[in-house]
C-alpha cells in the first residue's frame, strides 16, 4: 500500500464518519426502519467508493452524491414495496379457490381445448378461424392476409366451424362468438 492509497483511504474513513449518521437519519425519515436506513446508506457508501474516482474531491460534490444516492435508494425501496403490494393483493383475491382464480382457470382450461381444436383443423380452416376470431379481422381483412377471395374466407370459416363443433360442440362456436368473431 503506497502513501496515496493510505490518503484516500484516511479520507474515506473521515467521510463515512462525518456524514454516516446524518445519511442513516435522512434515510430513516423515508423509511421509518432503522434497519432499512442503515442497509441504504452502507450501500450508498459502497457505491460511493466504488465510483469516488469519478466523483470530484470537493466536499460538496461528495455530499451531494450521497445523499442523492440515498434519497434515490428510498425511492426504489419504495417503488418496489409498492409492487410488492399490489402483488400480494392480486395473489390474495386470485387464489384457487376464489372466484375470481377459478375463473381464470377455467378460462385457461377452455381455451386450450379451443386451441388444440383449432390446431387439428385443416391449415386454411385453422388460419381463418385464428384469424377472424382470435384475432378479431373481419372477412375482407382474413382474405387480403391470406391472398384469397372473400368467398374463400367465408367457406373456410364455415367449414372450420362445423369441424368445431362436430369436436366440441357448441360451445367451441359460442367461445368464438364471444371472442369477437362476426
Do not use: W
Amino acid at each position: 500500500m503506497n502513501i496515496v492509497d493510505i490518503k484516500k483511504g484516511r479520507k474515506e474513513e473521515q467521510i463515512f464518519k462525518k456524514y454516516y449518521a446524518r445519511l442513516c437519519a435522512y434515510a430513516h425519515s423515508f423509511l421509518k426502519d432503522p434497519q432499512d436506513a442503515e442497509d441504504i446508506v452502507q450501500d450508498a457508501f459502497r457505491v460511493y467508493l466504488e465510483k469516488s474516482s469519478v466523483v470530484c474531491d470537493d466536499q460538496y460534490a461528495v455530499k451531494s452524491f450521497l445523499y442523492t444516492a440515498v434519497k434515490n435508494a428510498c425511492l426504489n425501496k419504495f417503488r418496489n414495496k409498492k409492487i410488492q403490494e399490489e402483488h400480494k393483493k392480486y395473489l390474495k383475491g386470485n387464489t384457487i379457490t376464489s372466484p375470481l382464480g377459478l375463473e381464470n382457470i377455467i378460462h385457461a382450461e377452455v381455451m386450450g381445448k379451443l386451441h388444440e381444436a383449432i390446431n387439428t383443423l385443416p391449415h386454411g380452416c385453422k388460419m381463418v378461424i385464428r384469424l377472424g376470431y382470435l384475432e378479431g379481422l373481419k372477412n375482407n381483412q382474413v382474405a387480403e392476409v391470406l391472398n384469397v377471395s372473400v368467398n374463400t374466407v367465408k367457406t373456410q370459416k364455415k367449414r372450420g366451424l362445423m369441424l368445431l363443433k362436430q369436436k366440441m360442440g357448441n360451445q367451441a362456436i359460442l367461445l368464438l362468438l364471444l371472442l369477437g368473431g362476426q
